[in-house]
């Protein structure tokens, strides 16, 4: 049996409006549209987002780009300037730089974005204790503030001075000493939200101070971490590269822009190609990291855009 259109027209109880509803084929569309102008609008996001993706493909695919093997030497062939053989010359030991920059980027990246994930993860559940329960704030904060006289760079030193030198154990060193920066970030946002009337009332009307913290606090913390976790990138491939190139970072089997710009740096005034392909890379990392954070800062509060 079947309904006419007037008669199911007549069903509809009156006052109510039905949406009409977009066909399958349009929603793939909708969001292609909202993706493209949300791009459009914050064009730093586009830019930054895009040499991003650039190198991590190069990363990638490295193999498959006219590499040949990194760590291969060939004494004969050292110190070659770049040509249409060796695209970017070759080192002190006959190794090719091409190879080397591209699978050095892994390294950078690998770390980079390790890094970042770690400690915000890290900072975020210190933050979210610190920031909530009063008795636990002045335990964590002295311990963090603790962690935050120290600079960055000798921490590291210092950690990886215990261990051996590994990829691990530099994201390890790294992690340890970006934690402190992310936990206060979220403990100072959670100490203005947790005076909010929303969580009086939630915790007013019997609402476990976990189950606050995970409905009403942790959301509006992710916007703030995830501009710093893309800072955090930066600083830690920056980091790394420091580490490598005074000896404390990657061993030299592993290919690094630390460790290539550290052996090429005692024939800096007659082969500079050997540091400035490296140091080329690692700046167009960092610069991308930043303006992909620049642009979700700006897309993520509007009202910090618009007073800038």
Sequence with gaps: MSISTSSAAQMVPPGLVIAPQLPDLMVPVAIRRGVFGFLRNHPTVAIGGALLLCLVLIGI?????????????????????????????????????????????????????????????????????????????????????????????LLAVALMALTRASVGNVILAITIAEVPRVSRLVRSVVLSLREQPYVDAATASGTRTPMVILRHILPNTLAPMLVQATYICASAMIVESILSFIGAGTPPTIPSWGNIMAEGRALWQVKPYIVFFPAAFLSVTVLAV???????????????????
């Design 61 to 153: 695919f490295a193999p498959w780009l006219g590499t040949v093997d990194p760590t291969a030497i060939s004494p004969a062939k050292r110190t070659r300037v770049p040509s249409s053989d060796y695209w970017f010359g070759t080192d002190l030991l006959g190794r090719d730089i091409y190879s080397r920059v591209l699978y050095g980027a892994r390294v950078s990246l690998t770390v980079g974005l390790s890094v970042a994930i770690l400690a915000s993860l890290a900072g975020l559940a210190i933050g979210l204790v610190s920031g909530f329960v009063r008795w636990a704030d002045s335990i964590l904060m002295r311990f963090m503030d603790g962690l935050m006289s120290i600079p960055p760079i």
């Design 290 to 308: 930043n303006l992909l954070g620049d642009g979700l800062r700006d897309a993520l509060d509007p009202r910090m855009a618009k007073s800038l």
